[in-house]
T-cell receptor, first 113, second 113 residues
Framework: DGGITQSPKYLFRKEGQNVTLSCEQN?????MYWYRQDPGQGLRLIYY???????QKGDIAEGYSVSREKKESFPLTVTSAQKNPTAFYLC????????????FGPGTRLLVL | SQQGEEDPQALSIQEGENATMNCSYKTSINNLQWYRQNSGRGLVHLILIRSNEREKHSGRLRVTLDTSKKSSSLLITASRAADTASYFC?????????????FGRGTQLTVWP
């Protein structure tokens, strides 16, 4: 089955802790994206990667970091600098870095203890 | 703002009725896409319409695009309870250097059996 997987489904973060959200795709897509979704605010772009070993900040990158060491994987770390991390995080991919269809994973809900 | 805005924010109809959602945007676009999101899930791509197209159909979905008015509409005919979801428009904006999409805040559609 081709698709995008995200894990875990739920994640709990303690004060001062860094946590990493996993995103893997087997669609052979070049581009991958991380979005944050808060109630009533739609999707906001955190980071974007057009190709392996390259990524760009989106609109709300502060307090987050990413890596893109493999084409299939684009993990997102929520650092302790992100003061309001509670949200639904969505990973997506597209065949290339153009504005074509994006394919989404099932999401990770991050909660703060 | 570079993102689209959906209208209405919420729509409630009976099964069998048609549902119409609108999206307005402010910049020039290359394409406009509609996505669906069931509660707590990832987004699913429904349809993409390019700036030189005026209308597109996919099953019970009909999308129109009026670039002179900078607006699009999504019509779902003969709606079913299973169509209950949030619907988002996303624009691929002309001149966007990242090749990214800009998502609106969505319309919450409820279809009552």
């Amino acid at each position: 089955d081709g698709g995008i997987t995200q894990s875990p489904k739920y994640l709990f973060r303690k004060e001062g802790q860094n946590v990493t959200l996993s995103c893997e795709q087997n669609l052979n897509h070049d581009a991958m994206y991380w979005y944050r979704q808060d109630p009533g605010q739609g999707l906001r772009l955190i980071y974007y990667s057009q190709i392996v070993n390259d990524f760009q900040k989106g609109d709300i990158a502060e307090g987050y970091s990413v890596s893109r060491e493999k084409k299939e994987s684009f993990p997102l770390t929520v650092t302790s600098a992100q003061k309001n991390p509670t949200a639904f995080y969505l990973c997506a991919s597209s065949i290339d870095g153009s504005q074509e269809t994006q394919y989404f994973g099932p999401g990770t809900r991050l909660l703060v203890l | 703002s570079q993102q689209g805005e959906e209208d209405p924010q919420a729509l409630s109809i009976q099964e069998g009725e048609n549902a119409t959602m609108n999206c307005s945007y402010k910049t020039s676009i290359n394409n406009l896409q509609w996505y669906r999101q069931n509660s707590g899930r990832g987004l699913v791509h429904l349809i993409l319409i390019r700036s030189n197209e005026r209308e597109k159909h996919s099953g019970r979905l009909r999308v129109t695009l009026d670039t002179s008015k900078k607006s699009s509409s999504l019509l779902i005919t003969a709606s079913r309870a299973a169509d209950t979801a949030s619907y988002f428009c996303a624009t691929g904006n002309r001149g966007s250097t990242l090749g990214r999409l800009y998502f609106g805040r969505g319309t919450q559609l409820t279809v009552w059996p």
